[in-house]
């Protein structure tokens, strides 16, 4: 085995929906890695539509890229292609799975690369520091710059990376994914994107949005459950506004079976939100709350929740916060996850997990099992285009994996936040410009 996860090199198998090769690739990949001295997860991303494909480097199913390359860029090939892609094999023929050698071949090149890199000092360390903390706070920055949005908006580039994250701009492409994400087993949240608006006229028209949603949903007998985040329901125009704006989007919800998921935003707006949740769960019952790991306060709010019977979505937290609220580092953050997580399993009402942490999802199931916790009991869930292969395999072992999918034209903050969440994103956004531009 290789160290640290850092060290390993990320895989990612990008598939059209219907590949036949898919699965025989996806072995082939694994058994590879598994016979090497290097793990790593292989991660199947599903392409739906071309610009989606240009922005993924895909150029036909199955494309196999180790740390954003290309295993096999075949010779004479142009443009892109949502059919298969043959490769030339030993015999002279062609088939739809990438040669075994070939794939060795681009993981001793990684290793090569990473031996080369380890033999200029500073340079690896110097690697792992550029996505740290400064950068992540630089994406969460420019996810409130209405200026950069206004440009990122132009790149056809970014639009084809958006589909990552984001499962379409019009409610018809996301019912779509949302059959298929039922037809994996998957359970799923549905979230209209859009935050921080400035006008009632806006918060109205974006809770009909919902109402819409909630509709649809009911009549094509998808899951009903979404998300809903307080300042595009008006939260910085008035509270009492606001409040009975998500009502409305809470009691058509509960005319439908729905469950309303208010999401948490900055520690600005914890006060706030909490309270309506309160006053929401009082009057309506099918709503619920979002308690982040990394802020101080939250073992008292969980407390508090329990108390009152409302179910929390735990998650860490996706914003910038300065330290006087919330913890400076990320392992004191995983620790309180950790905590609160194993306190709302014991106590709480269906928590949500809310978390891609392997380490951390791996904690939960032993704690279940341990303390004769049902599968019922509580949920994981995670976000759209994230560990795909893991909200399977979590779906298949009996779990209920709910799958946060975002959709509509509002995607830039959002998906700033994706970005900054990780530094491999950030990485193959940066490849995916030199790449463009070369
Ligand atoms: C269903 C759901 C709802 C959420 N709701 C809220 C909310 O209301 N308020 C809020 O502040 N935050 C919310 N978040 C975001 C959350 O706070 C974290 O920012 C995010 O989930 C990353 O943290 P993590 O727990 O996955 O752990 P991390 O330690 O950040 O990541 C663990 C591993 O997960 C993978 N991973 C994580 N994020 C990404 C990504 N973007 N792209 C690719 N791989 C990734 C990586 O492999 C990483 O090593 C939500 C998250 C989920 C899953």
């Known amino acids: 085995m290789t160290g640290a996860a850092t060290d390993l090199p990320r895989v990612e198998l990008l598939v059209t929906t219907d590949c036949p090769h898919a699965a025989a690739t996806e072995a082939l990949l694994r058994s590879i890695l598994g016979e090497s001295d290097r793990t790593a997860s292989v991660e199947r991303i599903y392409i739906s539509d071309l610009d989606h494909a240009a922005g993924m480097g895909f150029r ?9 390359r290309d295993v096999a860029a075949l010779d004479g090939e142009t443009g892109i292609s949502l059919g298969c892609r043959l490769y030339p094999r030993a ?31 500073g340079a690896r360390e110097a690697v792992r520091e550029l996505p740290g903390r400064a950068l992540r706070a630089g994406f969460v ?7 950069l949005e206004r440009l990122s908006q132009r790149l056809p580039m970014t639009r084809g990376l958006v589909r990552r994250f984001v499962a379409g ?17 998957l359970a799923t949240t549905v979230d209209v994107l859009g935050e921080s608006v400035d006008t009632e006229a806006a918060a109205t028209a974006a809770a009909d949005r919902y109402l819409e949603v909630l509709d649809a949903l009911a009549e094509r007998g998808l899951d009903g459950n979404v998300s809903v985040k307080l300042t595009q329901m008006g939260l910085d125009i008035d509270t009492g506004f606001c409040q009975r ?15 309303v998921r208010i999401d948490m935003e900055d520690h600005s707006r914890t006060d706030a939100t909490l309270h309506i949740v309160r006053e929401l769960y009082a009057e309506h019952g099918n709503v619920g709350a979002v308690i982040q790991s990394y802020l101080r306060r939250s073992a008292d709010d969980v407390e508090a ?5 409302i179910r929390v979505r735990l998650c860490k937290g996706a914003y910038n916060e300065p330290a006087s609220v919330a913890f400076a580092s990320k392992a004191e953050s995983d620790e309180s996850y950790v905590r609160l997580m194993e306190r709302l399993l014991a106590a709480g009402v269906y928590p949500g997990l809310a978390t891609h942490d ?4 791996g904690q939960a199931r032993d704690f279940v099992a341990r303390e004769g916790i049902a599968d019922e009991q509580f949920e994981f869930q995670m976000l759209y285009g994230v560990r795909r292969d893991l909200q399977e395999a979590l779906a298949a072992a009996g779990h209920t994996m709910r799958v946060y999918v975002p959709f509509g034209a509002e995607w830039y903050p959002y998906f700033m936040r994706r970005l900054a969440e990780r530094p491999a994103n950030v990485l193959f956004v940066l490849r995916t410009l030199v790449r463009d531009r070369g």
């Open 60 to 68: 036909g199913s199955p494309t196999v890229l180790i740390d954003g």
């Open 91 to 121: 015999d002279g023929g062609a088939g739809g799975v990438p040669p075994e050698g070939v794939i060795r071949e681009a993981l001793d090149a990684w290793q090569a690369r990473r031996d080369a890199d380890d033999a200029r000092p």
């Open 141 to 147: 920055w420019a996810s409130q710059r209405e200026s």
């Open 169 to 185: 701009q019009d409610l018809p492409t996301t019912l779509l994914a949302l059959e298929r994400l039922r037809s994996a087993g």
């Open 245 to 259: 704006n998500v009502g409305r989007i809470v009691q058509r919800a509960e005319a439908r079976g729905a469950f």
């Open 305 to 309: 929740l329990i108390a009152a019977g």
């Open 358 to 361: 392997e380490r951390i999802i």
